[in-house]
């Protein structure tokens, strides 16, 4: 009985390890296309992203948070504000859920919470969290105060480490169904008397999920809001050169989100904002795999949002181009293990390059700081792998992107390419490339022949969940205060064999494409 049983229990999990993920069984046709595949690279430029194409998130959370802030992420350590310079120019957009919460003080010198109010849990949506979020539990939700000297802190934090500072306000403040202004300006007054430049503004975060605390705000108010807040701005000397982003709902796959982005852009927020935008995540943080991670089924979920996202505001906000405000590989504070490790990048390049070729201007990833998605340790602010690859991408990787098709019917082997960034010559194309097979695959293109290429390739140690990342063989950290050079290609020459479970760059420095001159 015992012997029955345990072979059963064999015999299951065989056929469970040989379907999940990327190690399904191939038919030997697939095999071939695995071990040889070709990269069509068009000469066109399809789209140009921003500059500031790969952009960061921080929760307000953190404000309140005493643990964050005082003990671990100090705004004036050396090394910090090192690790952020290597990201400039970025966006950096301070939001989420938390912003909905906070009250500005000029007179508070804590960060008094006022009493609370008990709300769902709304941390099984995508809503940021940091690490001590509860599941499946009323939170207790306070309000709590910025005092004038932390966004002292943070306005001089972005200006030493060269960021455009994106703040999102508190849309809960309200007086007669209408937004109250207030605080708002009152926060505006300060801004404009320190001389601090903001390179933006939000109202509100995922307002389409405002029902999990208990009420609403219909997407025609949320406009009339979004329009007190512009004329609120006129307070500032240099408002006609704000971002201004919205409506930041939760995704664009159901189509409750789709009526709230549509009907919100259609009554006057397409003519306020400069960026529509939504939010994206692939999966649940509480039970996302490493299978998911590694699955093209999942990667493949963010294009149909952005085609989505798209055709609706080319309808709403014609000439305005979608930007992703808030994106992480898996909601709820990411997942544990997996979001802050050299797995994660598989989601983060794959994303990077979907929404490049998809026509997206702007990503913005949550988070730099906090949660088990953060781009650096939370407690010893040691990069994690994410932070090492965008880096390199904001190296490599320039702002006109190139269409690019592969032979792999599979999409396991997937391949971006753009103009390479002003560090290499012009006519430079950059092509990133992601394997999600479990064994190596040649990678051919017509572009390829005949050329000295160099290439980046991060990789594990052998271990996908490693919180460490190397490129070319070369383990990435910190050296003291300093960034290591980045700068240390390997030179190969087509066909280029691309190990398993990796991702990377290939540089054609003397490609000549006219499309890049
Ligand atoms: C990859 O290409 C090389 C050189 O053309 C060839 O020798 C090798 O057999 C190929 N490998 C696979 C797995 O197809
Ligand atoms: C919520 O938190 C506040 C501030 O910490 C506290 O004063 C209040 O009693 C709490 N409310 C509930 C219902 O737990
Ligand atoms: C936050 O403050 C506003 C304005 O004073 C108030 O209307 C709201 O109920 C407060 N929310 C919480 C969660 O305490």
Redesign the pocket.
Known sequence: MPSIFNCCVVVIFCWFSLNVGSTIRLSSNERALQ??VDIRIYPTVIYTVDRNFLSLAISQKMLNSTRYIKKHFKFRSKKLQVIAEALSPCYLRMGGNRADFLIFSINETETNEAQGVMYPDKSYQSMPQLNDFEYGKKRNYTNFTMTASMWDDINQFMTKVGWDFIFDFNVFLRRDGQWDPDNAKLLLKYTASKGYRLAGWELGNEPDDFHGYGFDISPVQLAKDYTTMHNLLKILPDYKNFQIMGPSVTQLLHVRSQIFFSDFLQNGGGSIVTAPTFHHYYVDGRIAAMGDFLSPYVLDGLAPEIITGNKIAAQYAPGKRVWIGETSSAWGGGAKGLSDRYVAGFMWLDKLGVAASQGIEVVIRQAFYGANYGLIDWQNLEPNPDYWLSVLYKKLVGSKVLQVETSDKTRHLRAYAHCSTDKFPAGSVTVYILNLWTT?A?VTSSMFSNQDMQMFLLHSDGDLRSQDVYLNGKLLQMDGNSLPDLMIPTAVRA?V?WPAHTFGFLVLPNAKAQACM
Request: hydrophobic fraction near 15%; aromatic fraction near 0%.
């Open positions: 071990d040889n190596a040649n066909p064999s």
